[in-house]
């Protein structure tokens, strides 16, 4: 059973950092696309970030281009990411999520597996 675990959100004020990690287990997740999502209140979720995890290849939403980096551990089977200068409109439930590398990545519809999400809040 494919599991994934996120973890390492909480408070922070605008201007700090924060790094996430989804730690995935249950399958081989070396030819997968590893995909970090975020929800604010009564908004859409949106994508954040993206790696392919065969060849490293990265996709950033262009609100957090320059800020966030995502990245992987082969050997703990974990995504990362990095999000550095936060905004209050970071703010939200980011949720990593696993799909075939084949699709663009950018949609929610591009993952079969979900995370039960970790809350990121900024505060001004």
């Known amino acids: 059973q494919v599991q994934l675990v996120e973890s390492g959100g909480g408070l922070v004020q605008a201007g700090g950092s924060l790094r996430l990690s989804c730690a995935a287990s249950g399958r081989t997740f070396s030819s997968y696309r590893m995909g970090w999502f975020r929800q604010a209140p009564g908004k859409e979720r949106e994508f954040v970030a993206a790696i392919r995890w065969s060849d490293d290849s990265t996709r950033y939403a262009d609100s957090v281009k320059g800020r966030f980096t995502i990245s992987r551990d082969n050997l703990k089977n974990t995504v990362y990411l990095q999000m550095n200068s936060l905004k209050p409109e970071d703010t939200g439930v980011y949720s990593c999520?696993?799909?075939?590398?084949?699709?663009?990545?950018?949609?929610?519809?591009?993952?079969?597996?979900w995370g039960q999400g970790t809350q990121v809040t900024v505060s001004s």
């Open positions: 999520a696993a799909g075939p590398p084949y699709f663009s990545g950018y949609s929610a519809d591009d993952y079969n597996y």
